[in-house]
């Protein structure tokens, strides 16, 4: 894969990071105001009833906000990601370019499997989905695609 791809990807994964923590920030706002969101579709079908779970804080009633979580976890994609897009083949954090895009892939399994947990407290604890939620989570597995285009050309852009 050329540096011009691996710079495209790494705009798209910006970009749907972007999204990402605006979704993520919506859902915190809804998650403190109060107010109801427009994705209160249906019974089990509900931003609210999940983000006014227990469960929307890790752990659960800790006062931590997953939404928040949501938000840093993007940011860890964001930050690398722009400064790799800087001219120039020196290091980014102190970590070799193609380090940065191992350990952003590495990052990328674990909220993947972050995820999946989440998931199954929707379906199987709280018995509701939140399609707010579902997108944050189809948003990490079309980055995490993008990270690992660049880990297999070598991240040499």
């Not at 403190?32 to 659960?60: M, R, W």
Request: hydrophobic share 50%; aromatic share 12%; proline share 4%.
């Amino acid at each position: 894969m050329e540096g011009g791809k691996v710079n495209r990807n790494l705009k798209v994964i910006i970009a749907l990071s972007v999204i990402a923590i605006i979704i993520s920030g919506y859902l915190l706002y809804i998650k403190y105001s109060g107010n109801k969101s427009f994705c209160d579709i249906a019974e089990g079908i509900s931003c609210d009833q999940v983000s006014q779970s227990p469960y929307s804080e890790l752990p659960a009633n800790s006062g931590i906000p997953i939404a928040g979580l949501g938000i840093i976890a993007f940011l860890i994609y964001i930050i690398p990601a722009a400064l790799m897009l800087r001219p120039g083949d020196g290091k980014i954090l102190g970590f070799e370019r193609r380090a940065v895009h191992r350990l952003m892939l590495l990052w990328g399994a674990f909220s993947f499997l972050f995820y999946i947990y989440l998931t199954y407290l929707e379906l199987f604890v709280i018995y509701a989905i939140c399609p707010l939620c579902v997108v944050t989570f189809i948003i990490d597995i079309i980055v995490v695609v993008f990270i690992a285009q660049n880990v297999r050309s070598g991240g040499k852009g």
